[in-house]
């Protein structure tokens, strides 16, 4: 029997690209010892047309190990990546914290805006961090936001690269550029797996340097005789800081717009990531007095988001700031696939007031992806020369193709793992790796009302409605629950027409049938409220073939 | 005073790109104690349209310190690294050659050609090696050859990182990718100056791996009905390799058809380099019985060399091989830039054969520069992460770009030297580096008539006649200098015309002035000789306004 054992169970991250949580188990004489948790990000899921906001990872799995938890560690500052810790920090246990300055000030922050308190420890980059029987290292590493890392963790078992969300840019606008030599030292010394970002397994060549949008910015302002307005992620703090550099050397007064953006920017300020002359910060009632060529603002809301700062300019919401023929607006970021139709429809909104507009489709080098091209992943294989591959941070076909590039450089494909979320993987002293029995996960989605509120069944019912819409009966009953009035009907997104319609009609009757006292027995509310259910949606389907989500409400007076 | 100096000569590769020869030389309390000399390469001069075939490098300043100088390392294969060893060995006092296996293998050819024993030593990349107070360590490097090295030179005042031709291939269709550990490990354990290749300082990315030209050699063979011709250098064996492979999977013979080519495939096959079944070798003989679907022919001649394999096939020079409708001709390499008349004739007269020919301004991936592109250098001094840099094996406009790069990853300009050739550069202990002293040097050019032989003069004359032509006058005459019969004029590129001429006889009448017997006296040849000069010179430029050169020979009888 192998003394030590060493299990990677991904949460998330894997194949939705956001929602990143991983989990790293070590086992000794079959017992599980110690666990490493690496990130706690929220997730975008697909379903968002149905009023989701965001997905948590499902920690159920972790409930009865909490003592067991060493420590976090945050990779970087992005939403994907820390934006659930402040939903589940306290059923982890409230475990260390280790973040580099930008991340662990976002997170701070985060706890704040909740009331909470928390204390994150600041990354030495110089320090070995022993949990346990794990030691680990940061790296510093490159990424659209200041302060990204990578992690060595090593175990008894063998070395893990853990390198999330990257790029090597060799010449970051902020901070260092990657630490080669740690890297490629741990490669040195033995990488038994590297867990690599695989997002931009398709695309040839290496990623552009975030530097380069930076020239772009000062071309475009120098040649704008009106208001300049960047927009991109809040979180690109290198890419605002890029914009800020522009202006100040156009001697324009820079204004953020939206709560992101204003917020990010003021938390990256206080650490000195975005320094601005104090005669060039200005507050959005300032504007009316500054001639265009003097402005540049800042603006959230670059994918299309419904109430965004950019939104609401382009519907003309902002009193301070009309869009005027000659303005210019740079959108800086590509939109994630899935918000193609919000950003393009935002953009003809702004074009269509006069505003000259500039993103991706006609103009280089307004945004460069944060992720690393298939030459950046494959230098990070050269580098570390791991034994094991696994890709994480894509979807299915990302690592597909990141399989490619790996089999290009000679691994063969039973070296490369393609999980999916839950999918575990066990490491063992021999050096040898194999799938390990899943871990149950559930799709857990946060929206207004609250974490956990939105089940599937939920999601069920709104894409029922979406596609066949909703009927609300509600009724008033008495004590033995028989109907006091007539029952009320009302439907959204379904064909009822008016109350004296036919099908209005009779579905009131099914409705009364139901409740028509039976020899004075007690109706049971669950009762009546199945009852009115089964027998309207029968209605419905026989009469217009449709099936409606059928919602019932009772007062028993 | 400074107890040791070190000083960087580079007595070629500088501007001209070619005629690489690098000189470190150790001073210890003022006295040279230590000279190590990197490469010793050919260049190819800008007047070869004068008949010069090439350059080597001129080490008159070496000649009173041949008992210092400890070795020669050699990068790689190539001509303009190692093409002027046979010229220059004894006059360096014959130090002892360290070199990698492909390239040491062509140095002894070259001396065998020349019937010369030498053996070089074959790298280990393993060891340091000590030469007098220099240690050097060797790197594995990628290029278009295989078994290209960068060197480490550590010195007692500081490390040099020497690092020319390369390119950063992560995929080498044959041999290791570059050794990252040992470069990063260099620059974190400090590097006092990077030597770096700077001829693809223009070129924006990354360079492309020399294997994506493996699948155009496949998708190629598959679709040719006819033979498949491919042409590059003939010590790309990287590239002929990727061929080779290709023809293999087609089940196509294999013909080298050219000098060079035969030899190289040769002297690489003999090391493993170039694996071919025997059952797919042939030879031009064979062809004529095999049909052409089943005919891969690597031929040398891709700059369109007059007299080369490929300029004979397309002349139809060659009686094994004729060019054919449904023959498909592969440049896997661009034009070298003045050579461009020469390719783009070549191709003319194959596609007027029938032949398809595929060449990079039509088709993509057909060929990979050696060289890395700007990524490529910048990941180099990344690494490397030098006080100093000096860009070698480019022009002037290359050097230029390359002090931009450096500059964009933010370097000082007086951190950065580009130097000319014979300029020299003394680093101290203190981590100082300044511009030196340049050391003289001048053309030394190699043709058919042997080394040195051709000298400015020749040079000068050869400029002349291609723009102004020339006249021989050859004149017999007796012991006294008398002329025996009427001289003889023959000219070329020269206005000349029949001998009845007004000209012809004008030029006669002047020469047979000028050997008049002056009472008695008997004329010296070498004043017949400059007299019949400068008069003819005076008399055409009179009645044409054209200044041949004029040759005057003379027989005495």
Known sequence: MEKYKLRFVPLGGIVGVTKNMYVYELYENDKLKDILIVDCGIGFPQEKEFGVDFLIPDIAYLQDKKDKIRAILLTHGHEDHIGALPYLYDSLGRPPIIASKLTALFVENKFKDNNQRLSVARVDFEKIYNFGDFKATFVKMTHSIPDTTHIIINTPVGTIYHGPDFKLDLTPPYGSPPDFYKIVKAGHDGILCLLSDCLGSERPGLTLSESVVGQTFEDE????????????????????????????????????????????SKLAGEIGYLPIPESLMANEDDLVKLPPNKICLIAAGSQGQYGSALSKLADKQNPNVKIKPGDKIIFSSDPIPGNENEVYGLIEDLVSQGADVVYSDIADQLHSSGHGNQEDLKFLMRFTNPKYLIPIGGTVRHQKQYENLAQDLGYEKQKIFSLSEGETIWFTKGNQAHKGEPVDTKNIYVDAYGVGDVGNVVLRDRKTISSEGVVFAFLVV??????????????????????????????????????????????????????????????????????PLIVVDAVQL
């Open 478 to 547: 008495d004590n033995m629950g028989r109907l006091v009035t007539r029952p009320r009907l009302v439907s959204r997104g379904f064909v009822f027409e008016k109350e004296e319609g036919k099908l209005y009609q009779g579905a009131l009757k099914i409705v009364e049938n139901v409740l028509k006292p039976k020899s004075g027995k007690v109706l049971e509310m669950n009762i009546i409220k199945r009852g009115v259910i089964n027998n309207l949606e029968e209605y419905f389907y026989k009469e217009k073939g449709r099936r």
């Open 221 to 264: 302002m120098r040649k704008t005789k009106g208001k300049v307005i960047m927009t991109t992620f809040s979180s690109n703090i290198s890419r605002i800081r890029q914009c800020v550099e522009a202006a100040i050397k156009f001697n324009r007064k820079i204004v953020f717009l939206g709560r992101s953006m204003k917020q990010n």
